[in-house]
């Protein structure tokens, strides 16, 4: 097989003869220099579109990349802010946790006072109850003793009464002994009116005596 050695003529293609396998002989006369030509045109075709599906490949990889990395970004911007959050809520938890162990701690003193303080209070109505009581019984006590002063007043003015009228009785009976010793000196109607005075307040003395003893002993 040969070639053309410039490229504008046109040099037929010669085969060497058919043997007996390969079979008759062909005209193999063709345009070298167009067949070149096209081939080259199509070698650039795809160079072409070679380097375009290139150029689209890593204009979308790039396009790609890129959106990656602006997800990357606002991901790790939004982790980031995430974080922050987290911390911020971290503190605020811990203060809560601070301020509800002091709210425990000043409820279980809050509940210690007003467990000592119902105690107290406790013993103050007992002790109020008791005071009550001793009012009552000093009133009752107090009531009696006005009712005992009272009885004994009465029994006092009684008694009284009663130790006059016998001492008059007896120095009035002792006079009359005198009188009736010589009672034909005096005038018997004066006499035995003043016996007669002197038996009614006798009688009285014992009359009064009487109602003394009664009351004495009733008492």
């Known amino acids: ?5 410039d490229p504008d ?14 079979g008759p002989e062909v005209d193999a006369t063709v345009p070298v220099t167009a067949r070149s030509r096209r081939g080259l045109r ?33 991901t790790t911007k939004v982790l980031n802010s ?10 605020q938890l811990a203060a809560k946790q601070a301020q509800l162990a002091t709210t ?4 279980a003193t809050t509940q210690a006072d007003l467990a000592t303080t119902q105690k107290d209070l406790g013993d103050l109505t007992t002790g109020y109850n ?14 009696q003793i006005g009712d005992q002063a009272a009885f004994l007043a ?14 008059g009785c007896v120095s009035n009976l002792q006079k009359l002994q005198s009188y009736l010793i010589d009672f034909q000196s005096y005038d018997q109607v004066e006499l035995m009116q003043y016996i007669t005075d002197i038996n009614d307040g006798c009688n009285k003395a ?7 003893a009664d009351r004495l002993r009733a008492k």
Request: aromatic fraction near 4%; proline fraction near 3%; charged fraction near 25%.
């Open 154 to 167: 009465e029994t006092v003015a009684l008694s009284d009464t009663v130790t006059q009228e016998l001492d």
């Open 9 to 22: 003529q046109t040099q037929r293609l010669v085969v060497n003869p058919p043997d007996e396998t390969t």
């Open 104 to 107: 425990r701690s000043q409820l």
């Open 206 to 212: 014992r009359s009064d005596n009487a109602v003394l």
């Open 42 to 74: 199509v070698v650039i075709v795809l160079l072409s579109l070679a380097l375009f599906v290139t150029a689209g490949g890593l204009a979308y990889i790039s396009h790609v990349a890129q959106s990656w990395r602006d997800t990357a970004d606002r």
């Open 130 to 143: 008791t005071a009550t009581d001793r009012i009552r019984s000093l009133a009752d006590e107090k009531a």
């Open 1 to 5: 097989m040969t070639y053309p050695i």
């Open 82 to 91: 995430t974080r922050q959050q987290r911390d911020d809520l971290g503190t």
